[in-house]
């Protein structure tokens, strides 16, 4: 607005002057537009270097073991050097664009008043205008000049911007992996059986496939998935959490398609404890309580106990309130497990799923495992992932797996009996 008001006013001083003072305006608005897709494309890369680099020290402090065990450390350094000498680059590329593109700006808005005074000085000489009008002119090209020139700055922020807000938006526009339906299901209380009819699901990234699959779980079966690795037990897991849909067929909880189900009152009545059990670096207390965050003291405390990792908890400086990892205490697997253990039974839902450890825990890790588990999977539907075959003997159902197909299912005694793939397996684990 201030633009077109002053050049409404310089015309009615002197239409020529005006036209003269005009002209960096269009020079500039081609400059900025130029510096402006230069540090667009300056800034994506910026950016993608700085993911890359996040990345990479992500990668290896994450196997920092492993990276000293190989005694890699020199070749990690130089490949963080080279992803950081290139971020220097670009840095360096970035600050000489911006501070060529406001200098270039301002140094053409400066050619404009110099040619205004020698022209003007020129026709005063001559008689045509007033000192006075020229006086007049010159301090209003300042209000001509500063709004092109704050416009233009800010033309290049926001290109420069633009390039974050691509990278931002290339991520949340991808679509939901599942959606929640139009109008969910609410389930409070579930009891608990599990079905898949007629599923058949595949990662689109993989080969592996599940096609015509069928199995109902129980209510408050206990249920044992075995195989080899890479038989799909995760998957079938993944697919009752929801986390894929199938691509046909469909997968009930009591009888509720889990598509039609609200995704929060599917996970209400599920509780994961993963085989590698990840605590966050907080408190104990926060750790357990993370599944119901208004729990009391005494709550946590009682999960812990059933957990059998109530005592262990005691003995620790801080008791529940002793933080985990980097900055506060180093648990081992079994710990972490009851403590996982512990947040899932708090939350008390009507199906467990158990991952179980695939490393040998120590015996008496596993023996009170074990011991908790009797008691907290009573009155719920389990899964248990079983990676070694002699934590699943007492389970209700045990269901073989192979390829993405059952195989063979029933009790231990049964499968020895009958399975050659369970034997094969049992075999070799349990020395039977
Ligand atoms: P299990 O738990 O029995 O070891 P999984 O269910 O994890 O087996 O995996 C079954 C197969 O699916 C494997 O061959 C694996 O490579 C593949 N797979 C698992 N997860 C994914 C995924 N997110 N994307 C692509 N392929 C996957």
Same mark, same amino acid.
């Given at each position: ?16 002057? !005006? ?8 020079? !500039? ?36 073991? !492993? ?17 950081? =000498? ?12 911006? =501070? ?17 005074? #020698? ?26 000049? =500063? ?5 233009? =700055? ?45 599923? #058949? ?21 206990k249920v ?9 037990? !995760? ?117 467990l799923?158990l ?22 999977l009573?009155?719920k539907t389990a899964i248990i ?48």
């Amino acid at each position: 607005f201030m633009l077109i008001a002053v050049v409404i006013y310089l015309v009615s001083i002197n239409w020529l002057l !005006t036209v003269i003072a005009v002209i960096p305006v269009p020079l !500039t608005i081609v400059l900025t537009n130029r510096f402006g897709k230069k540090l667009h494309g300056i800034t994506g890369s910026f950016q993608e270097t700085i993911a890359a680099f996040s990345a990479r020290l992500q990668e290896t402090f994450l196997s920092i073991r !492993t990276v000293k065990a190989f005694g890699q450390e020199t070749s990690e350094k130089e490949k963080a050097d080279r992803i950081l =000498s290139r971020l220097t680059g670009l840095y360096i590329k970035n600050s000489v664009t911006t =501070s060529l593109s406001v200098n270039l700006v301002n140094f053409v808005s400066m050619i404009g008043p110099v040619v205004v005074l #020698s022209w003007g000085t020129y026709l005063i000489a001559g008689g045509s205008m007033k000192l006075g009008a020229l006086i007049a002119f010159y301090m209003l090209l300042t209000y001509l000049y =500063s709004p092109v020139q704050t416009l233009a =700055s800010a033309h290049v922020e926001v290109q420069a911007a633009m390039a974050s807000v691509d990278r931002i938006f290339e991520y949340l526009d991808l679509p939901a992996a599942v959606q929640e339906a139009t109008q969910p299901v609410a389930l409070s209380r579930a009891h608990g059986e599990i079905a898949f009819i007629k599923v #058949s699901f595949g990662y689109p990234e993989s080969g592996f496939r599940l096609d015509d699959f069928n199995v109902t779980l129980r209510r408050r079966e206990k249920v044992a998935l075995v195989g080899p690795s890479g038989a799909g037990k !995760t998957t079938l897991v993944n697919l009752i959490l929801r986390f894929y849909d199938p691509e046909s067929g469909v997968i009930t909880l009591d009888g509720v398609d889990l598509r039609r189900l609200s995704l929060r009152s599917l996970r209400d009545n599920l509780a994961l404890v993963d085989q590698d059990p990840l605590l966050f670096k907080t408190t104990i207390f926060n750790n357990i309580a993370y599944a119901r965050p208004d729990a009391s003291l005494d709550e946590v405390k009682r999960a812990a106990q059933i957990a059998n990792i109530h005592d262990f908890i005691t003995g620790l400086p801080h008791t529940y309130f002793t933080e985990v990892g980097e900055r506060g205490v180093t648990l081992s697997g079994g710990e972490k497990q009851r403590i996982c253990l512990a947040r899932a039974i708090l939350k008390d839902p009507a199906v467990l799923i158990l991952d179980e450890a695939t490393s040998a825990l120590d015996s008496t890790s596993e023996r009170l495992i074990q011991q908790s588990l009797k008691r907290i999977l009573a009155d719920k539907t389990a899964i248990i992932i079983a990676h070694r075959l002699s934590t699943v003997q007492h389970a209700d159902r045990i269901i073989v797996l192979d390829k993405g197909r059952i195989v063979d299912q029933g009790t231990h005694q049964q499968l020895l009996e009958t399975a050659p793939l369970y034997r094969e397996l049992a075999a070799r684990q349990l020395r039977v």
